[in-house]
């Protein structure tokens, strides 16, 4: 079973970075792409950012290109998302999430699991 731990959310302000870290567990971590997500109160999950497993593919949500990235080191099963210039519509909690196989996909019902996610707050 794979399991995925979250650590690096906090409450910030507009302007600020933040760097997120994922852990990964369970099974081996070059079978899965991986990527981030993130849900707000009263919205569906959105799509934030997804790396395939050997760093060859990267795909961002519009609302981050160009502020977040991606990126994952196998030698030690985890995978980061740098975030710059964080706006106030960045607030939510945000999910790391495991996708068996090659094919990198921004559904998040086709992907197989999830951490229990960490809340980021951008204020202005």
């Known amino acids: 079973q794979v399991q995925l731990v979250e650590t690096g959310g906090d409450s910030v302000q507009a302007g600020d970075s933040l760097r997120l870290s994922c852990t990964f567990s369970g099974r081996s971590f070059i079978s899965y792409a991986m990527g981030w997500f993130r849900q707000a109160p009263g919205k569906g999950r959105e799509f934030v950012a997804g790396?395939?497993?050997?760093?060859?593919?990267?795909l961002y949500g519009e609302s981050v290109k160009g502020r977040f990235h991606i990126s994952r080191d196998n030698a030690k099963n985890t995978v980061t998302l740098q975030m710059d210039n964080l706006k106030t519509g960045d607030t939510a909690n945000y999910y790391c999430?495991?996708?068996?196989?090659?094919?990198?996909?921004?559904?998040?019902?086709?992907?197989?699991?999830w951490g229990q996610g960490t809340q980021v707050t951008v204020s202005s």
């Open positions: 999430g495991a996708l068996f196989g090659a094919a990198l996909v921004t559904g998040d019902q086709d992907w197989n699991y």
């Open positions: 790396i395939n497993y050997n760093s060859g593919t990267t």
